[in-house]
């Protein structure tokens, strides 16, 4: 069974920094997609970040591209995403995700490709 843990949500003001992580069981990340969506209530989910199986190509949604980095750690079996200069706007519930398509390429955006999701972190920017 395919799992996905996320922590490291929280409440930060305008121009702060978090790092959300995401930990894999049952699936490894080095041979998958494995990415970040948000949504907020009364919206659909939206793609933020994703790095493919080998971790040569990542995609960024323009709303966050030069603010938010994806990495991932192979020997934890871990992807992570770095927020820097954070707006209200960005905050939503954040998902891990994971394609089960074996070495894909490419970064999927649509939230059809994706098999697993984990449970949400809450993301929350206020003064």
């Known amino acids: 069974q395919v799992q996905l843990i996320e922590s490291g949500g929280g409440l930060v003001y305008p121009g702060g920094s978090l790092t959300l992580s995401c930990v894999a069981s049952?699936?490894?990340?080095?041979?998958?997609?494995t990415g970040w969506f948000r949504q907020v209530p009364g919206k659909e989910r939206e793609f933020v970040a994703g790095?493919?199986?080998?971790?040569?190509?990542?995609l960024y949604a323009d709303s966050v591209k030069g603010r938010f980095t994806i990495s991932r750690d192979a020997a934890k079996n871990t992807v992570y995403l770095h927020m820097n200069a954070l707006k209200p706007e960005d905050t939503a519930v954040y998902f891990c995700?994971?394609?089960?398509?074996?070495?894909?390429?490419?970064?999927?955006?649509?939230?059809?490709?994706?098999?697993?999701w984990g449970q949400g972190t809450q993301v929350t920017i206020s003064s």
């Open positions: 049952g699936r490894n990340v080095v041979n998958h997609v």
């Open positions: 995700v994971s394609d089960q398509v074996l070495r894909r390429w490419g970064v999927p955006t649509s939230p059809n490709e994706y098999d697993t």
């Open positions: 790095i493919n199986w080998n971790g040569g190509r990542t």
